[in-house]
């Protein structure tokens, strides 16, 4: 098993995201999973980083399985224009498969605060683009012959179910936590 990590820098100011991701091979002949595989995938146009705003840049990926090896993107920006939405504000990409307690999210920093109404929901046509930029990118990771996986919230050690897809909420999600120095 691998343990990705997406780490994510806001272009004004110091603040930072991150996802952290486990991923496994289909196949055990498969050679260990690298940051370089990871980022050809996120690099791809119309990829992950499809509906997120140049406001972002996606600065590293690391990926530890057993030893750690550390890609700099050269900050990779989103492909989407406009001004992001406040830090603390995130697409909620919820993770499919395995019971449904046990799903789990990841946070992807950057929608464009012109296609968020003034409820939290997104555009439909901009939901579309994300959506679109996270399957192709689920997508490639497949093809690559990695299925990434639920976390093990418990700390069981054991790897989560396999996450069968990817699917972003029409409503940006929030951590209060992020807007605290």
């Known amino acids: 098993m691998s343990r990705v990590v997406l780490e994510y820098i ?37 990829s992950l980083m499809a509906g997120v705003t140049g406001d972002v840049l996606l600065q590293t990926i690391t990926v530890s399985n057993p030893t750690t090896e550390t890609v700099n993107t050269d900050g990779k920006g989103g492909e989407f224009t406009g001004s992001a939405v406040p830090s603390n504000t995130a697409f909620l990409v919820r993770k499919l498969g395995g019971p449904r307690k046990r799903q789990g999210r990841m946070f992807l920093p950057g929608p464009a605060e ?65 807007m605290r120095a």
Not at 133 to 161: C, H, L, N, Y
């Open 114 to 178: 012109a296609e968020v109404d003034s409820a939290g929901f997104l555009d439909t046509t901009y939901l579309a683009v994300a959506q679109a930029g996270v399957t192709d990118w689920f997508q490639r990771m497949a093809a690559k012959g990695f299925d990434i996986r639920q976390g093990d919230p418990e700390g069981t050690g054991q790897s989560g179910a396999i996450v069968t897809g990817l699917t972003v909420a029409p409503q940006v999600a929030t951590q209060r936590r992020r």
């Open 10 to 46: 806001f272009a004004e100011g110091a603040r930072k995201a991150a996802n952290i991701l486990e991923v496994t091979a289909f196949d055990p002949e498969i050679e260990p999973l690298t940051a370089d595989e990871v980022y050809d995938t996120i690099d791809a146009q119309g």
